[in-house]
Protein backbone atom coordinates (compact mmCIF):
# COMPACT_ATOMS: atom_id res chain seq x y z
CA UNK A 1 0.00 0.00 0.00
CA UNK A 2 0.96 3.37 -0.61
CA UNK A 3 1.80 6.05 2.03
CA UNK A 4 -1.84 7.67 0.66
CA UNK A 5 -3.33 4.78 1.59
CA UNK A 6 -2.24 4.07 4.83
CA UNK A 7 -2.92 7.48 6.00
CA UNK A 8 -6.59 6.78 4.84
CA UNK A 9 -6.76 3.67 6.76
CA UNK A 10 -5.63 5.36 9.87
CA UNK A 11 -7.38 7.98 9.94
CA UNK A 12 -10.50 5.53 9.53
CA UNK A 13 -9.08 3.57 12.67
CA UNK A 14 -8.83 6.74 14.35
CA UNK A 15 -12.05 7.23 13.43
CA UNK A 16 -13.78 4.03 14.86
CA UNK A 17 -11.70 3.95 17.88
CA UNK A 18 -12.85 7.66 19.05
CA UNK A 19 -16.57 6.94 17.94
CA UNK A 20 -16.39 3.60 19.86
CA UNK A 21 -15.55 5.43 22.99
CA UNK A 22 -18.12 7.89 22.59
CA UNK A 23 -15.83 10.66 21.26
CA UNK A 24 -15.39 13.54 18.69
CA UNK A 25 -12.75 12.06 16.20
CA UNK A 26 -11.73 15.90 15.49
CA UNK A 27 -10.15 15.51 18.87
CA UNK A 28 -7.58 13.52 17.88
CA UNK A 29 -4.11 14.38 16.26
CA UNK A 30 -2.25 12.14 14.25
CA UNK A 31 1.53 12.86 14.31
CA UNK A 32 3.38 11.04 11.76
CA UNK A 33 6.52 9.89 12.97
CA UNK A 34 9.05 10.28 10.42
CA UNK A 35 12.36 9.42 12.32
CA UNK A 36 14.63 7.59 9.51
CA UNK A 37 12.81 8.15 6.34
CA UNK A 38 13.93 10.36 3.87
CA UNK A 39 12.48 13.72 3.23
CA UNK A 40 10.47 12.40 -0.25
CA UNK A 41 8.48 9.72 1.87
CA UNK A 42 7.21 13.31 4.13
CA UNK A 43 6.86 15.01 1.01
CA UNK A 44 4.37 11.68 0.11
CA UNK A 45 2.68 12.13 2.82
CA UNK A 46 2.45 16.20 3.05
CA UNK A 47 0.94 15.50 -0.30
CA UNK A 48 -1.72 12.79 1.21
CA UNK A 49 -2.84 16.12 3.31
CA UNK A 50 -0.84 14.67 6.58
CA UNK A 51 1.02 18.35 8.12
CA UNK A 52 2.18 17.01 11.38
CA UNK A 53 5.61 15.19 11.71
CA UNK A 54 7.57 14.21 14.97
CA UNK A 55 11.11 13.38 14.77
CA UNK A 56 12.98 11.80 17.24
CA UNK A 57 17.11 12.74 16.84
CA UNK A 58 18.19 16.39 16.38
CA UNK A 59 20.96 15.91 14.13
CA UNK A 60 18.15 14.04 11.68
CA UNK A 61 15.99 16.73 12.50
CA UNK A 62 18.28 19.38 11.58
CA UNK A 63 19.50 18.20 8.08
CA UNK A 64 15.41 17.34 7.11
CA UNK A 65 14.36 20.82 8.15
CA UNK A 66 16.78 21.92 5.50
CA UNK A 67 15.50 19.35 2.97
CA UNK A 68 11.74 19.67 3.92
CA UNK A 69 10.16 22.28 1.26
CA UNK A 70 6.80 21.95 2.40
CA UNK A 71 5.44 24.01 5.29
CA UNK A 72 4.86 20.87 7.71
CA UNK A 73 4.16 21.01 11.42
CA UNK A 74 6.82 19.68 13.27
CA UNK A 75 6.52 18.00 17.07
CA UNK A 76 10.33 16.82 18.89
CA UNK A 77 9.10 13.69 20.70
CA UNK A 78 12.32 11.55 21.15
CA UNK A 79 14.70 11.95 24.02
CA UNK A 80 16.36 15.38 24.15
CA UNK A 81 19.51 16.33 25.87
CA UNK A 82 20.17 20.09 27.21
CA UNK A 83 22.97 20.90 25.03
CA UNK A 84 21.30 19.87 21.85
CA UNK A 85 18.27 22.65 22.72
CA UNK A 86 19.30 25.52 20.72
CA UNK A 87 19.60 23.36 17.82
CA UNK A 88 15.55 22.64 17.14
CA UNK A 89 14.65 26.25 19.18
CA UNK A 90 11.88 28.29 17.11
CA UNK A 91 11.70 25.27 14.70
CA UNK A 92 9.17 22.88 16.80
CA UNK A 93 5.38 23.53 17.58
CA UNK A 94 5.91 21.18 20.23
CA UNK A 95 7.99 18.84 22.51
CA UNK A 96 6.87 16.11 24.13
CA UNK A 97 9.35 14.43 25.50
CA UNK A 98 10.02 17.21 28.60
CA UNK A 99 11.08 15.06 32.07
CA UNK A 100 13.27 16.71 33.82
CA UNK A 101 13.30 20.66 35.45
CA UNK A 102 16.93 21.09 33.66
CA UNK A 103 15.66 20.57 30.18
CA UNK A 104 12.94 22.75 30.75
CA UNK A 105 14.82 25.48 31.81
CA UNK A 106 16.82 25.56 28.49
CA UNK A 107 13.97 25.24 26.59
CA UNK A 108 13.43 28.80 28.79
CA UNK A 109 16.51 29.95 28.01
CA UNK A 110 16.38 29.32 24.23
CA UNK A 111 12.66 30.53 23.67
CA UNK A 112 13.27 33.57 25.62
CA UNK A 113 15.87 33.83 22.86
CA UNK A 114 14.02 34.28 20.86
CA UNK A 115 11.09 36.37 22.55
CA UNK A 116 8.42 33.23 21.83
CA UNK A 117 6.81 30.46 24.13
CA UNK A 118 7.50 26.82 23.42
CA UNK A 119 4.76 24.40 24.17
CA UNK A 120 5.66 21.16 25.85
CA UNK A 121 4.67 17.88 27.05
CA UNK A 122 5.48 16.36 30.33
CA UNK A 123 7.26 12.78 29.96
CA UNK A 124 5.52 10.14 32.42
CA UNK A 125 7.19 7.22 32.86
CA UNK A 126 4.11 5.05 33.97
CA UNK A 127 5.65 1.31 33.47
CA UNK A 128 9.10 2.41 35.61
CA UNK A 129 11.36 1.06 32.49
CA UNK A 130 14.64 1.92 33.33
CA UNK A 131 15.74 2.07 29.36
CA UNK A 132 12.78 4.74 29.09
CA UNK A 133 12.82 8.62 29.95
CA UNK A 134 10.33 9.90 32.21
CA UNK A 135 9.38 11.22 35.60
CA UNK A 136 7.65 9.24 37.79
CA UNK A 137 3.72 9.51 38.00
CA UNK A 138 4.11 11.00 41.66
CA UNK A 139 6.86 13.35 40.37
CA UNK A 140 4.55 14.51 37.32
CA UNK A 141 2.86 16.97 39.29
CA UNK A 142 5.80 19.24 40.73
CA UNK A 143 7.13 18.94 38.01
CA UNK A 144 4.84 20.40 36.00
CA UNK A 145 4.47 23.30 38.55
CA UNK A 146 8.15 23.72 38.37
CA UNK A 147 7.60 24.42 34.68
CA UNK A 148 4.88 26.81 35.38
CA UNK A 149 7.22 29.29 36.70
CA UNK A 150 8.91 29.28 33.76
CA UNK A 151 7.94 32.16 31.64
CA UNK A 152 9.09 30.86 28.23
CA UNK A 153 7.67 27.59 28.44
CA UNK A 154 3.89 26.18 28.30
CA UNK A 155 2.61 23.05 29.58
CA UNK A 156 -0.19 21.66 27.66
CA UNK A 157 -0.36 18.21 29.24
CA UNK A 158 1.56 14.45 29.33
CA UNK A 159 3.20 12.12 27.59
CA UNK A 160 3.92 8.56 27.54
CA UNK A 161 5.58 5.85 26.00
CA UNK A 162 4.29 2.42 27.35
CA UNK A 163 5.85 -1.42 27.11
CA UNK A 164 6.09 -3.29 24.35
CA UNK A 165 3.19 -6.05 23.95
CA UNK A 166 1.82 -7.53 21.00
CA UNK A 167 -1.21 -7.35 22.75
CA UNK A 168 -2.46 -3.43 22.56
CA UNK A 169 -4.85 -4.36 25.34
CA UNK A 170 -2.25 -4.61 27.53
CA UNK A 171 -0.89 -1.55 26.97
CA UNK A 172 -4.49 -0.16 27.90
CA UNK A 173 -3.85 0.20 31.73
CA UNK A 174 -0.66 2.73 31.13
CA UNK A 175 -2.53 4.61 28.78
CA UNK A 176 -5.64 5.30 31.73
CA UNK A 177 -2.81 5.85 34.31
CA UNK A 178 -1.57 8.78 32.07
CA UNK A 179 -5.13 10.29 32.11
CA UNK A 180 -5.64 9.83 35.78
CA UNK A 181 -2.48 11.76 36.21
CA UNK A 182 -3.79 14.20 34.01
CA UNK A 183 -6.88 14.82 35.38
CA UNK A 184 -5.29 15.53 38.86
CA UNK A 185 -3.07 17.70 37.72
CA UNK A 186 -5.77 19.94 35.89
CA UNK A 187 -7.70 19.58 39.11
CA UNK A 188 -4.74 21.92 40.64
CA UNK A 189 -5.39 24.95 38.67
CA UNK A 190 -2.14 25.65 38.30
CA UNK A 191 -1.66 28.92 36.40
CA UNK A 192 -0.39 29.16 32.63
CA UNK A 193 -1.11 24.88 32.70
CA UNK A 194 -3.66 23.85 30.23
CA UNK A 195 -3.93 19.96 30.54
CA UNK A 196 -5.15 19.78 27.16
CA UNK A 197 -2.74 17.38 25.02
CA UNK A 198 -2.55 13.28 26.13
CA UNK A 199 0.00 12.50 23.64
CA UNK A 200 0.05 8.34 23.96
CA UNK A 201 -0.31 4.91 21.64
CA UNK A 202 1.73 4.09 18.56
CA UNK A 203 1.19 2.02 15.54
CA UNK A 204 0.57 -1.05 17.31
CA UNK A 205 -1.81 0.29 20.19
CA UNK A 206 -3.26 3.62 19.48
CA UNK A 207 -6.91 2.44 19.16
CA UNK A 208 -6.46 1.42 23.13
CA UNK A 209 -4.97 4.70 23.61
CA UNK A 210 -7.72 6.59 22.01
CA UNK A 211 -10.58 5.11 23.61
CA UNK A 212 -8.03 6.04 27.30
CA UNK A 213 -8.25 9.54 26.01
CA UNK A 214 -5.21 10.13 23.56
CA UNK A 215 -5.37 13.04 21.97
CA UNK A 216 -2.45 12.94 20.06
CA UNK A 217 -1.13 9.42 18.42
CA UNK A 218 2.44 8.93 17.20
CA UNK A 219 2.68 6.70 14.12
CA UNK A 220 5.27 5.08 11.95
CA UNK A 221 5.41 2.36 10.91
CA UNK A 222 1.39 1.52 9.65
CA UNK A 223 2.19 5.23 7.63
CA UNK A 224 5.34 4.64 6.36
CA UNK A 225 6.06 0.82 6.35
CA UNK A 226 8.74 -1.13 8.45
CA UNK A 227 12.14 1.12 8.41
Known amino acids: MTISENLAEIHRRI ?17 AVSKTRPAADISEAFAAGQLLFGENYVQEFAAKTAEVQELVIWHFIGHLQ ?15 SVDRLALAEEINR ?38 AQLPNVRVQGLMTMPPFFDDPEAARPCFAELRHISQ ?44
Not at 16 to 27: F, L, V
Request: proline share 1%; net charge neutral.
Open 15 to 31: RTAAESAGRNPDEIRLV
Open 82 to 96: SNKVKYIAGKVALIH
Open 110 to 147: QWGKLGSVCNILVQVNISGETSKSGTTGAGSLQLVREC
Open 184 to 227: AIAAERIAGVEMQELSMGMSGDFEAAIQEGATLVRVGTAIFGSR
